[in-house]
């Protein structure tokens, strides 16, 4: 019975998937229940895509984690393994804790898919990535131009980074605006909220610990945004650690190619000014909606959700004359109903105001654009954008033919009118209760509030604001205000208020929270 037991202990469980947190790579658990403390390898970086030069130096970096310490392997797709010091090498830097597959000098026949395993006794972790040769003289040009053209790697294919519509969700809320979590939710099926905001707040703590390893610092994240020349443009700001640190764009999971400079013949480019980085997708069309991704070195920094909706000009916009002083409207007419048209004047975005009057049809169809009091420096291009579509027409405006004023222009006075006067002070109509929360657990806090014009609510803890503290979240919505503190501990006991103020007065409101331990 005992060597019964101790062949059974000891003989692996084939066939358990594990799923990894680095999309690519495959972990196989050897045994259904793993003992306390021992875990099965995985990649926390894996090896990224390499095009290199005939001559030139080549690296592979992986990092690798489980207990006990996995031993890490490399061979080709079909299984050879060949390591010698002149062809490639495999080594282990214990600074860094990287596993690498070096090859000092790169040959065409070198060009393939690798494989890196890294197995314990509990499981085992492979992932796969693509070496390509670019061969030097004339074939090396003839590759180069293929790649650019056609979008793909010399030897016709692209590294990819598999992503499941589960992942792709995530992706879109680690990158949206808070503002954006509910509409993002139900379009994708989310119900738990408060379960996805928890589960967003630690996966946002781990982006950000592996973005840190390559990035000092990130900000201004613009979402794609389709300008009126047929382009669409990705912006943010990087500061990298080391400037060499490599970048790269992928569209739904497949590296996307692009060049630094401003090529015709590439529909992807990137333009960097000091910080700033502007990917441009040109020529756009249906094909380029998807979840597009820029990763530096093999760690996602930021992610958007491209849609492109099913629309296009009925009727577009006609050139325009009109006098100095005078108005000047662009209407066009679209084929399905949409309500996100952008209108542009000479190349920037232009946003209801005195001076352009925009405005739409209860079907959604018609668009118009008024131009008051138009001067000649109005003068110019104007264009209608919906979705990946444009159109474009000139503002002529024709200068006044009797400058010295012998035209009279009046203006007609008539008495103001006195508006209904529906304007009150903030008054809450739901006070908050008081509340005891175990410790570890969630805690959530509601009330209601009206008041004309709408009051600016702010919480306070201690007579401390919250409003600016990630660890709460807060929200307003028509009225009724809230907030969600997702893992009370015994800092968050004390006197909790909420004060609603608006130009006609302040109000407030207290409660007490209790932390059981």
């Not at 030139?56 to 050879?80: D, L």
Request: negative net charge; proline residues 5%; hydrophobic residues 35%.
């Amino acid at each position: 019975c005992e060597i019964t037991m101790k062949i059974f202990d000891s003989t692996p469980c084939l066939g358990i998937k594990i799923k990894s947190k680095v999309p690519g790579v495959m972990i196989t658990q050897f045994r259904e229940e793993l003992p306390e403390g021992m875990t099965t390898p995985d990649f926390t970086r894996k090896p990224i895509a390499l095009t290199i030069q005939e001559g030139k130096y080549a690296v592979f970096k992986a990092k690798i984690v489980g207990t006990p310490t996995p031993t890490v392997t490399w061979s080709r797709a079909n299984g050879e393994i060949v390591f010698h010091p002149d062809v490639c090498q495999q080594k282990y830097d214990q600074a860094t804790q990287e596993h690498t597959l070096e090859f000092p000098k790169v040959a065409p026949e070198d060009a393939d898919t690798y494989k890196c395993f890294a197995s314990n006794e509990y499981g085992r972790a492979v992932c796969t990535v693509v070496l390509n040769v670019i061969a030097v003289g004339f074939s090396k040009e003839k590759e180069l131009q293929k790649a650019q053209v056609e979008g793909t790697n010399p030897d016709g294919t692209r590294e990819q980074k598999p992503i499941e519509q589960e992942e792709k969700v995530w992706e879109i809320l680690l990158s949206a605006e808070k503002k954006d979590y509910e509409s993002i939710c139900v379009e994708y099926g989310i119900t738990d909220f408060r379960g996805m905001l928890k589960k967003l707040t630690e996966m946002k703590r781990e982006r950000e610990e592996e973005i840190a390893e390559f990035v000092s610092h990130i900000s201004s994240l613009k979402h794609i945004e389709v300008s009126d020349d047929d382009c669409a443009t990705i912006e943010l700001d990087m500061d990298l650690k080391d400037p060499a640190s490599k970048i790269f764009l992928y569209k739904d999971g497949v590296m996307v190619p692009f060049t630094k400079e401003d090529s015709e013949g590439m529909k992807h480019n990137l333009k960097q000014v000091g910080k700033k980085y502007v990917f441009t997708i040109k020529n756009l069309g249906s094909n380029d909606a998807g979840l597009y991704s820029v990763d530096v070195e093999g760690v996602n920094v930021f992610s958007t959700n491209f849609k492109v909706p099913e629309v296009d000009f009925a009727v577009k916009i006609q050139e325009v004359k009109a006098e100095e002083r005078g108005d000047a409207m662009f209407q066009c007419v679209l084929t399905a109903p949409f309500e996100g048209l952008k209108w542009c004047g000479k190349s920037a975005p232009l946003t209801a105001s005195e001076k352009f009057e925009i405005s739409v049809s209860e079907d959604k169809l018609i668009h118009k654009l008024i131009v008051r009091d138009c001067m000649p420096l109005d003068a110019g291009i104007y264009a209608a954008v919906a979705g990946i579509k444009s159109c474009n027409a000139w503002l002529i405006v024709e200068a006044d033919k009797d400058p010295k004023g012998k035209k009279e222009k009046f203006t007609v006075k008539l008495p103001d009118s006195k508006p209904c006067d529906l304007q009150c002070p903030p008054k809450f109509i739901v006070p908050l209760k008081m509340h005891t929360a175990p410790q570890g657990y969630e805690c959530y806090m509601s009330c209601a509030v009206k008041g004309d014009p709408t009051p600016h609510v702010t919480w306070f803890r201690n007579n401390i604001s919250l409003n600016t503290n990630t660890n709460y979240f807060i929200s307003n919505t028509c009225g009724v205000c809230s907030m969600l503190i997702l893992m009370v501990g015994p800092k968050d006991t004390g006197e909790y208020k909420i004060v609603a103020e608006n130009s006609m007065g302040r109000a407030e409101c207290t409660t007490k929270l209790t932390v059981r331990g």
